[in-house]
């Protein structure tokens, strides 16, 4: 069964950076798309970055410059780089994976960024 764990959550100061990993286990992870998604309080879950297993990218629009998502195979990991932090950017981060009929979501990692 594969299973998501998210960590590099934490508070940051707005201009900040900080790396979320989200770690999979099982052996499809090289043919699944991966993304981070993250949902603020009162408001709806928001794709922030996506890559598939082609190693394609595609960005939200308020973090495009800014964050960066990349994968590891040999590691089955996906990261989210994320610099010059906002408060907006404030939320709960989930890695999710999909590959075919699975859907799977992480248990989300805090991400806080002060002003």
């Known amino acids: 069964q594969v299973q998501l764990v998210e960590s590099g959550g934490g508070l940051v100061q707005a201009g900040g950076s900080l790396r979320l990993s989200c770690a999979a286990s099982?052996?499809?992870?090289?043919?699944?798309?991966m993304g981070w998604y993250r949902q603020a309080p009162g408001k709806q879950r928001e794709l922030v970055a996506a890559?598939?297993?082609?190693?394609?990218?595609n960005y939200a629009d308020s973090v495009k410059g800014r964050f960066t998502i990349s994968r590891d195979n040999a590691k089955n990991t996906v990261y989210l780089q994320m610099n010059s932090l906002q408060p907006e950017d404030t939320a709960v981060y989930y890695c999710?994976?999909?590959?075919?009929?699975?859907?799977?979501w992480g248990q989300g990692t805090q991400v806080t960024v002060s002003s």
């Open positions: 890559i598939t297993s082609a190693i394609r990218t």
């Open positions: 099982g052996s499809i992870f090289s043919r699944t798309t």
């Open positions: 999710k994976m999909d590959y075919g009929f699975v859907h799977l």
